[in-house]
């Protein structure tokens, strides 16, 4: 079972119509895309740069990407994560809220 709140914070990061500073700021709801977590300064802080690139989530995406390769998902040949199973949205759910932002 999956929660509503799961689904609908997922489905905004997939769709990238979230509160991430690459789209809050189209909607002028902060001054700039460029990532807000330390040791960054990615320009587009958006779900994909937090999941593949973001150093400051580099802790992080180790274990997320354990938690994937226990699934049979190689993490390195995706940019979203697969959305039939419930553990991996989950999984990349939490670990986006690990970095503070809001979604
Ligand atoms: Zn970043």
């Given at each position: 079972?999956?929660?509503?709140?799961?689904?609908?914070?997922?489905?905004?990061?997939c769709?990238?119509?979230n509160?991430?500073?690459h789209?809050?700021f189209?909607l002028?709801?902060?001054?700039?895309?460029?990532?807000l977590?330390?040791?960054?300064?990615g320009?587009?802080?958006?779900?994909?740069?937090?999941?593949i690139n973001?150093?400051?989530?580099?802790?992080?995406?180790s274990q997320?990407?354990i938690?994937?390769?226990?699934?049979?998902?190689?993490?390195?040949?995706?940019?979203?994560?697969p959305t039939?199973?419930?553990?991996?949205i989950k999984?990349t759910?939490?670990?986006?809220?690990?970095?503070?932002?809001?979604?």
């Open positions: 079972m999956i929660s509503r709140v799961v689904i609908t914070k997922f489905t905004r990061l769709t990238g119509y509160l991430l500073p789209y809050s189209k002028r709801l902060n001054n700039s895309t460029y990532c977590l330390p040791n960054c300064g320009e587009y802080c958006n779900f994909q740069h937090l999941l973001c150093p400051s989530l580099s802790i992080q995406r997320l990407k938690l994937f390769s226990t699934s049979d998902i190689n993490f390195s040949v995706i940019d979203a994560p039939d199973k419930v553990n991996i999984d759910l939490y670990f986006i809220l690990q970095s503070g932002l809001q979604i």
